[in-house]
């Protein structure tokens, strides 16, 4: 089946959108406002960032400094972006980079980016 | 943080507060009788529970590891292994005792931060050593409690949850120092030597046994930093709170309004959370509510159950998923001796599927063989996860841990069990004496058991806890 990340991350959107913030805590408040690039080794790319009511998927252009850069193959994607699996996951698996500087939007992200995937929309 | 004024021709002043200098005026000058009836009460509490743990635990394979290598620190000294015979210096007694008290996670928390297991074997380890008296063993609980539940606090919104919170360097030399006679400057010299080398576990490294260093190290360098600075070793007086220290070391956000805050008035230790059943704390809702399905429902066949869908908050989804994309898995790492069962206590599905099959959650269920099971195999591809935004809310609200279960039959059947809190949680308690009971059986006599327990519970009457070590070392001999 045809997978595109940016499509997939453009649903995430959408779904984070309808829960209205209602997911957010100060404790995960570290991954919000961050340029995060999620990208597929040789394959495509695109710059998330993540506000505490909407989240918006954009095109990685060249200046884009990002605050954390999150790699991993399309079937790691897909089980991240379905909720089976969360970015640590993948990490602890050895299959995408965990560096220190990142690390706190990396884990915060994780959390947030599956709790939602995970929830029903807000009505 | 101390304001911060210029003046022409006039340095900057320091931005930040002594905090390291309040923590060890505390910590010193902190009287028993200083301390609330109902905080004495818990604190005596936590020792009773957090043993029970170490004694249960010391049932494990990676526990009896240790117990063989802490002998390289020398034998004989002063400390008691809880439920081994020997004695070991103060800081191998440190390292095994935390080591067991989390062998199978069966520890407690304070706020969000595991406090008995580096601060009781730290305590219990100096205490024999100084000989100390029942009513300071329980001080230096308390101060090592208040100290913890505020560093957490401090760090919380950083990159680590739970017991990978690296803040235990703090209140181990202080307690140590407390009951070890270190003086105001020793004192703050420990912190700064326990405090140098910020400790901060590998995520991976919590798929076997060297998790149990956690609070172990921190326990057993906490007791030989307070022995360094006693020798008259030298440390930076402000380990704690300089912006090059060990707080802004460890975690990318310092919140340094909360290291101070209540400190002597406003008490932590009322916060303690101690587990019923041995697992991450996440977890323990819903293994409570597969324990009460097994209840209503019997021993499950495999073959009947569709599957198992489990409820909660962000926190438990993260442990259910943390280390589900190994390959090869998790189960299969263990089998082979690559993993141990550390990784399944912070693993969601493992308890889950465990209570419904085997009817309890106890240090046995991690046990290879349990593990491997059979009908665990069968189940472990049929657990789902999903969000509950309400008990989502409520964890990072209240500290509320909530989960439910749903067991599916094929034939249409559901069995649905939900809780909002787990049993143990500060706002619902249970007889710390039954852990302690169970902990203790086949590891003490049962006549050894209650005499200990009453020990325990009359502490702030023992002159000396060398009395209160040697009921916690079997009469038995131990294989």
Not at chain 1, 46 to 72: G, N
Not at chain 2, 161 to 170: I, T
Not at chain 2, 280 to 295: G, H, K, S, V
Request: with cysteine; charged share 20%; hydrophobic share 45%.
């Amino acid at each position: 089946m045809r997978f595109s990340l940016r499509e997939e991350f453009e649903q995430f959107a959408e779904r984070w959108g309808r829960h209205r913030g209602a997911l957010v805590t100060k404790r995960l408040e570290g991954c919000l406002h961050r340029y995060v690039v999620c990208s597929i080794p040789g394959g495509e790319s695109c710059l998330l960032f993540l506000e505490r009511e909407r989240a918006s998927v954009r095109d990685v252009s060249p200046e884009t400094i990002p605050h954390a850069s999150i790699v991993m193959a399309e079937q790691d994607w897909r089980a991240v972006l379905s909720g089976r699996l969360h970015l640590m996951s993948i990490v602890l698996a050895g299959r995408a980079p965990f560096p220190k500087d990142q690390r706190r939007v990396i884990m915060q992200l994780s959390m947030l980016l599956q709790t939602a995937v995970l929830a029903e929309a807000a009505a | 943080m101390t304001a911060h004024s210029v003046q022409p021709g006039c340095a900057s002043r320091v931005l930040f507060e002594d905090v390291t200098g309040a923590y060890v005026n505390f910590a010193l000058g902190l009287r028993f009788e200083d301390i609330p009836p109902d905080v004495v009460q818990i604190a005596k509490e936590q020792l009773v529970a957090t043993i029970g743990s170490c004694l249960g635990g010391s049932n494990m394979p990676g526990a009896r590891t240790i117990r063989e290598a802490v002998s390289i620190f020398g034998e004989g000294g002063t400390a008691t292994l809880f439920g081994a015979r020997e004695l070991r210096p103060a800081p191998s007694a440190a390292l095994y005792n935390s080591a067991t008290a989390q062998v199978i996670d069966w520890d407690d928390f304070v706020i969000i931060s595991h406090s008995g297991a580096a601060v009781i074997p730290t305590a219990f380890a100096a205490a024999e050593t100084g000989g100390a008296s029942g009513r300071e063993l329980i001080a230096a609980v308390v101060i090592g409690n208040e100290i913890n539940a505020r560093t957490s606090r401090a760090i919380q919104k950083g990159a680590y949850v739970g017991n990978s919170m690296p803040n235990h360097q703090v209140e181990t030399p202080l307690v140590a120092a407390r009951l070890l006679g270190l003086d105001e400057l020793q004192t703050r010299r420990a912190v700064a030597h326990s405090t140098f080398l910020a400790m901060e576990s590998c995520p991976i490294g919590w798929t076997g046994d060297s998790k149990l260093l956690a609070n172990g190290l921190p326990a057993l360098w906490g007791i030989v930093s307070a022995a360094l600075a006693k020798a008259g070793l030298v440390g930076y007086p402000h380990p704690v709170e300089h912006p090059a220290g060990y707080l802004s070391t460890v975690s990318e956000v310092v919140d340094s309004s909360e290291l101070m805050r209540g400190l002597g008035s406003e008490w932590h230790t009322r916060t303690l959370n101690t587990k019923f059943h041995p697992s991450c704390a996440y977890n323990l809702p819903a293994i409570e509510c597969a324990l009460a399905i097994r209840e209503r429902a019997g021993a499950p066949d495999p073959a009947r159950i569709k599957r198992i869908v489990v409820h909660g908050p962000s926190v438990l989804l993260y442990v259910a998923s943390r280390f589900q994309a190994l390959e090869p898995d998790v189960y299969a790492q263990i089998a082979d001796g690559r993993m141990t069962h550390v990784a399944l206590c912070f693993d969601a599905a493992y308890p889950v599927i465990a209570s419904l099959v085997y009817g309890e959650m106890s240090w046995r269920q991690y046990l290879k063989e349990a593990v491997l099971g059979a009908s665990v195999s069968a189940l472990r591809d049929r657990v789902e996860f999903k969000t509950d935004i309400d008990m989502h809310k409520a964890y990072y609200a209240s500290y509320s841990y909530g989960a439910r279960v749903e067991v599916e039959l094929e034939d249409g059947g559901c069995f649905v069990e939900e809780r909002r809190q787990f049993l143990g949680a500060r706002d619902r308690p249970f007889d710390h004496a039954v852990k302690f009971r169970a902990g203790a059986e086949g590891i003490l006599a049962p006549a050894q058991t209650e005499e200990a327990l009453c020990a325990l519970r009359a502490l702030e009457k023992i002159e000396n806890v060398r009395e209160l070590g040697a009921l916690l070392r079997p009469a038995l001999v131990q294989p």
